[in-house]
């Protein structure tokens, strides 16, 4: 565990990911006191950053936020947290500007740290295609061998098995797997955390998690933006590595696995690995792919700037899967995701895990199957609820009708909040952070879905279709 001392060093300080998530995370940590005593942060990136510009990337969302009613905006205090960033600009794959970097560290651990060397965390806001170089040079030039290191990546990781593979074994040569956070903001989500409560601290869930009262599982993901200027990363990765591979597959994960013997790291990733070792390849016969087209409310996709115009790149996807293991075999488990925003049907953002139960055994009501769910929500409003078939109220006679039994989360939806569980990088918890070997399973799902062999003539490209909703 990390206490007092702490220099944490973003790279891609001036990147879009690092204006969104990283900073304002960072900043709530701060704020809440669960950053360690003496934490210093560096912005490292390639660009030059003018003073206001470093303030607009640490500020940003902050102010966002604020504005929409989430947070309150607090001068003062931004100006004390500006205080604990210093920006220092260098490349990627040059040692001298790495070298440069550690003098920066040297010159914090004498003025903060009494000349005593810090714990340090890099975190690489970065394109994933970089992280086997910034990693090994972090590790030459920046690493600590007296303290404690952590290098923390965000999703996605590779783009296939075999990438992910060659990435993860290249990082492996210089990092040690409990150095190493992976990030799946969907861990961070407080509906998602709230998931193991849910199944693990009643008793009235777990018993009906199965196949003998489970009929089907379906999973939907609107959102009501498209490429938004991001087509530079989306383009190359498209709806199922983007979502589909990491925050949904982690989401079914935790929602469909066994009960963990503890909540210690180990024992809730091993249980995630074995359920997703259950799911087989996908079959690109079960698999749907779509582009959002231009309609009334916006532009089509490829109309977005940063997007080529010739782009095949799936804004939406739809699958089916199947879990073979003894608690889920035979159950379907349907997923939908999409982003776009250009026609009426796209305009909710949505994200619900829904478990439709079979139709009760003595069914005197006569009701429907599926007429009973246990809905988990992420989106727009965290919530857990059932759907149930309950007695018309004031009726004379039997007629039931469909009533939500539900509890709201109070879920607050910004960037600061959803990766607060960063707390857990200090604290040495990696249990909310992907393994290894979680994240080569999880490609394995997907992987004969997103590279196909050139002489597969159905590849699922082919049947890719432009959509004006669903
Ligand atoms: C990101 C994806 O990881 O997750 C985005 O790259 C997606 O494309 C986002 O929009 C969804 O997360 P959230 O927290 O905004 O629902």
Redesign the pocket.
Known sequence: QIKDKAVVIVFGASGDLAKKSTFPALYTLWEEGLLPEKTRIIGYARSKLSKEKLQDQLFWKIRDDAKEGHHQEDAAKMREFEGLVKYVQGSYDKDESFQELEREIEAIETEVFSGQKSNRISYLALPPSSFSQVSHMIKKHNYSPETINRLVI???FGKDTEDCKRMMSSIAKDWKEEEIYRI???LG?EMVRAIYHLRFANSFIEPLLNKDHVESVSIV?K?T?GAEG?GG??DE?GMIR??GQ??LLQSIAIMMMEAPASLEDDSLRSNKLDLLKGIPPVDSADLVLGQYADGPNGKAYVDDETVPDDSRTATFAQWAMKVDNERWRGVPVLVKCG?GKSWKSLDE?L?TMTFHLRAPRNNVFNVNEHSNSLVIR??PEPAVFFKANLLKPATRGTEAIEQEIKWTVPGR?VAGD?LAYEANIFKGDQSSFVREDEVIAAWEIFTPLVIFPKKDRSRPADRLFWYTGY
């Open positions: 965000e999703k996605p799946d903001h969907y989500e993901m959102e933006f991001r990363y989306f990765f983007d979502v990491n925050h982003k953002g994200m992420m989106n939806k959803k």
